[in-house]
């Protein structure tokens, strides 16, 4: 782009950048301090509004930079993760959503505390959350580094760390300042950005086709050089053994692991009882399945039009597929309308980043204050006021972390790094979710056991796999010390989840305390059911 046009994209990004920041300015000013508030918005917003701000934290970049991206260079294979996605919907509507409303108060952690002795397992749910968490960040710091560097015209590595640096910066800010109502808001307004961004795209696409979808797929599969393997199974998870039990382990993770996510988990806080939770979720299901049928449109728009070639040439991740698809659609580089429709996108997509960022940091920094703070701190030295500014602390570290992270991962896409934080979140946190909810033997030692022997092999597993070392697409390339063949280690550490929850609870004493948690169960279930002492 010239100078003129790309001032043109940076101003209209910069105006996003400033709405935002004007929402949560008019938010911290509504706040009053109390743990509600910050945590849960004050439970005040309807259905329809948390249906809005669930799409909007559940459609992050991995939904619209890297599936998109994913399918533009692998086809059918990329179209896999939609499918994941959007399926993982039905267990949280079914499992999920009103339990969790009526036996929680602000996080997973609560759920638990319910029926078990509360220290050790908001221990273990706070460790859990965080990590899982921190995970999930890197993955947007990785597409916001992709996509600034893409729109002011520097793809170099310097570019890209002072724009996963300033995005880590501007979501410490949402959170210290606005709480759960700002993210909230910041949600809503993103997830109708998005929706009419790809609304707008993928009929530009279908218009350059003339409508006709037939001509569309056959001409991304001439353009990605695959033929038509690109329209079938098995271009990435095709092959080998160990390339179909990624696949597998891919899947497992999806599909189970939205029911753990954090910040998920959260929004069903922000409503006032069970039944809108239930009806939040019945809103955001028909935004995220209508939203994921466009990005595969949008993926084969990218491979039909851009060419395989040209996406991976511009990352090699696939991340910046649509940006450059809008800058085709509009015009071409050089046009004026190529510019608008660039940056509009690329702001669409900058605003998808800062309102998931800000939800996830949300969840993890109360996580650390109404979990971990307030077991391994006294209870006379804890107050509200107390609790709410270790979160904003919290909110700061953890942004750090995610920024380090996010520079180490800077060329990995972005929605693989999301199949690792789904991983842990259904290896550690959905097998003691529903074994709290569902199983009356289920004890303290089976919850703790539970969290641990999920996470810390997900953990180790990813650390231990291609991912980290090994190969030219690595974190780190120079080094092999992996001994694990998969990618996502879905497979193996979510049955460990589950049996090491089972075996800690089989193995327990026979003593009071545990005599006590089927008593506890009784209650819970009746919580759980009817609402009855719920927040």
Request: proline share 3%; glycine share 12%.
């Amino acid at each position: 782009m010239t100078g003129n046009q790309q001032s043109l994209a940076l101003l209209l990004f910069g105006v996003f950048v400033a709405a935002t920041l004007g929402i949560t300015t008019w938010a911290g000013r509504r706040r009053h301090g109390s743990l509600e508030e910050f945590y849960a918005g004050g439970r005040l917003f309807s259905p329809m509004e948390n249906g809005f701000a669930i799409a909007g934290d559940y459609m992050s970049a991995a939904s619209f930079l890297g599936i998109s991206g994913l399918i533009a260079l692998f086809g059918y294979d990329g179209v896999l993760y939609c499918v994941g996605f959007f399926v993982a919907w039905l267990l949280v509507l079914l499992l999920v959503a009103e339990l969790v409303r009526n036996c929680g108060r602000f996080t997973l952690a609560d759920v638990l505390a319910a029926r078990m002795r509360e220290r050790p397992v908001r221990i273990a749910a706070g460790v859990s959350s965080v990590t899982v968490c921190v995970l999930y960040l890197v993955a947007q710091m990785v597409g916001a580094g992709s996509l600034v560097a893409l729109l002011i015209g520097e793809t170099g590595d310097r570019a890209r760390a002072w724009t996963v640096i300033g995005v880590g910066t501007l979501m410490v800010v949402f959170v210290a300042l606005g709480g759960m109502r700002a993210t909230t808001w910041i949600q809503i307004v993103k997830a109708v950005l998005l929706m009419g961004g790809a609304i707008g795209l993928t009929v530009l696409v279908l218009l350059r086709f003339h409508g006709d979808i037939d001509s569309l797929l056959s001409t991304a599969a001439r353009r990605s050089g695959h033929g038509a393997d690109f329209l079938a199974p098995g271009l990435k998870y095709g092959g080998d053994w160990t390339a179909r039990l990624d696949f597998v382990s891919l899947g497992l993770a999806l599909v189970l692991g939205t029911a753990g996510l954090p910040h998920i988990l959260s929004r069903f806080y922000t409503v006032p009882t069970a039944r809108a939770a239930r009806r939040s979720v019945i809103w955001s299901i028909g935004l995220i399945g209508g939203f994921y049928l466009m990005t595969i449109v949008l993926g084969f728009g990218a491979a039909a039009v851009l060419g395989t070639d040209a996406v991976r040439t511009s990352n090699a991740a696939g991340n910046t597929a649509v940006p450059l698809l809008a800058l085709d659609l509009g015009g071409g580089a050089g046009s004026t309308g190529g510019t608008v429709l660039f940056a509009i996108v690329a702001a669409v997509a900058f605003a998808t980043i800062l309102a998931v960022v800000a939800g996830i940091t949300l969840a993890s920094s109360a996580s650390v204050a109404h979990d971990l703070y307030a077991s391994l701190s006294r209870r006379a030295d804890r107050t509200p006021r107390s609790e709410v500014a270790v979160a904003r602390v919290a909110a700061v570290g953890i942004g750090a972390a995610a920024i380090g992270l996010g520079l180490l991962a800077e060329d990995l896409n972005v929605a693989f790094l999301v199949g690792l934080a789904f991983a842990a979140a259904a290896s550690a946190n959905l097998p003691v979710l529903l074994y709290s909810l569902f199983w009356r033997r289920f004890t303290t030692r089976g919850a703790v056991w539970s969290v641990y022997g999920g996470l810390l092999p997900a953990v180790a597993l990813v650390v231990l796999s291609p991912v980290v070392s090994g190969g030219p697409d690595a974190i780190f390339p120079g080094v092999d010390f992996h001994v694990f063949p998969l990618q996502n280690p879905g497979l193996v550490s979510v049955p460990l989840g589950f049996l090491a929850g089972w075996l800690g609870t089989v193995t327990s004493p026979a003593t009071a305390d545990a005599r006590g948690h089927a008593a506890k169960h009784a209650e819970t279930e009746v919580r759980a059911l009817t609402g009855a002492g719920a927040a």
